[in-house]
């Protein structure tokens, strides 16, 4: 199957830094990736929409500005969670998409304290 | 709007017993039904999928039916194991998007 990879797996930073997380589809072309972010004991919610060579699309309550999306290439998209805050301690994990099928990245457990 | 009901959120059964899983969704256009499974910390993985022109679908001891009239599908697994043991989630991709829309989860609890 479709291999997606994600970086780093965690990362404990302090509150008003900005961390980037970069996905990548391995062996295959992602045209669109998605972003998402779970808490424990929750269901996947989805962030934002990414299709490479465009501006994200995010979903409802979503902060574009604090939430960067780039997606410069059919196998990249990188997020940026700019002067990050304890509340946006959490799970996120990328998804490339292989023709109709969603492949998961490992995810990112970000710790901002 | 696009929503998808997952029920139950918890299920516990016994080794070797049948395990079963439903979910209803909003969009009678959608097309689209894949279902994950999520071990503690780690991605989830696709098990199964069913298109809207297909009623069942299997995979060893995996299937997936889909009832398009009344608008909901169903995970069956069945001679369950211990490795059987997660959290499951199905999606639905509503008629002209591109993205998934999960259900709530539900975590499967294989007792030996």
């Known amino acids: 199957g479709a291999v997606v990879s994600q970086h780093p797996s965690w990362v404990i930073c302090k509150s008003g830094t900005s961390v980037k997380i970069e996905c990548r589809s391995l062996d295959f072309q992602a045209t669109t990736m998605f972003w998402y972010r779970q808490f424990p004991k929750q269901s996947l919610m989805l962030m934002a929409t990414s299709n490479e060579g465009s501006k994200a699309t995010y979903e409802q309550g979503v902060e574009k500005d604090k939430f960067l999306i780039n997606h410069a290439s059919l196998t990249l998209s990188t997020l940026t969670v700019t002067s990050a805050h304890p509340e946006d301690s959490s799970f996120y994990i990328c998804?490339?998409?292989?023709?109709?099928?969603?492949?998961f990245g490992p995810g990112t457990r970000l710790l901002v304290l | 709007g696009e929503n998808v009901e997952q029920h139950p959120s918890t299920l516990s059964v016994q080794e070797g017993d049948s395990a079963v899983i439903k979910c209803t969704y909003s969009d009678s256009a959608s097309n689209y039904f894949p279902w994950y499974k999520q071990e503690l910390g780690k991605r989830p993985q696709l098990i199964i999928d069913i298109r809207s022109n297909v009623g069942e679908k299997k995979d060893q001891r995996i299937a997936v039916t889909l009832n398009k009239t009344a608008k909901h599908f169903s995970l069956h697994i069945t001679e369950t194991q211990p490795e059987d043991s997660a959290v499951y989630f199905c999606?639905?991709?509503?008629?002209?998007?591109?993205?998934?829309?999960f259900g709530q989860g539900t975590r499967l609890t294989i007792n030996p």
């Open positions: 999606a639905a991709r509503f008629q002209g998007a591109q993205k998934l829309v």
């Open positions: 998804s490339g998409q292989g023709q109709e099928t969603q492949y």
